[in-house]
């Protein structure tokens, strides 16, 4: 339990040191994706490309090239507009490395309900060390 607390405790330090510390302690996104339901880009950093995966045979999946390799990144994806434009239902996500390469994020959005493969806007941070 002590071990817990040590970690809270300096979580909470580093967020009372204030952005510029805490940014460049922890690592600001070296990329980002804000992503359109229908896979246009809406903003990013660092982006090549965003193509509907494997041929686009089916709904939600999608490849999202970065212009660097992201060997030894940590990355996150979350559903939602990435712009001021109101709340997208509830749905899944999830985010891979694309099999093969080293430079992109292969993601599957999922229909909240029937679980079923279903585009949505979604948004993608990389950090890297």
């Given at each position: 339990m002590s071990k817990l607390f040590a970690a809270l405790a300096v979580s909470a330090s580093l967020l009372m040191v204030g952005p510029s510390v805490a940014g460049s302690a922890l690592g600001?996104?070296?990329?980002?994706?804000?992503?359109?339901?229908?896979?246009?880009?809406?903003?990013?950093?660092?982006?090549?490309?965003?193509?509907?995966?494997?041929?686009?045979?089916?709904?939600?999946?999608?490849?999202?090239?970065?212009?660097?390799d992201l060997t030894g990144c940590v990355w996150t994806g979350s559903i939602g507009y990435g712009r001021f434009r109101g709340f997208f239902p509830p749905n899944f996500i999830t985010v891979s490395g694309l099999f093969g390469t080293t430079d992109t994020l292969y993601v599957e959005t999922f229909n909240g309900k029937s679980r079923k493969e279903q585009d949505a806007p979604f948004t993608l941070i990389v950090i890297c060390g």
């Amino acid at each position: 339990m002590s071990k817990l607390f040590a970690a809270l405790a300096v979580s909470a330090s580093l967020l009372m040191v204030g952005p510029s510390v805490a940014g460049s302690a922890l690592g600001a996104p070296s990329s980002a994706a804000a992503v359109d339901l229908d896979g246009a880009l809406i903003n990013g950093i660092g982006v090549d490309s965003v193509v509907r995966a494997n041929g686009g045979a089916k709904d939600g999946q999608w490849a999202v090239k970065f212009k660097r390799d992201l060997t030894g990144c940590v990355w996150t994806g979350s559903i939602g507009y990435g712009r001021f434009r109101g709340f997208f239902p509830p749905n899944f996500i999830t985010v891979s490395g694309l099999f093969g390469t080293t430079d992109t994020l292969y993601v599957e959005t999922f229909n909240g309900k029937s679980r079923k493969e279903q585009d949505a806007p979604f948004t993608l941070i990389v950090i890297c060390g």
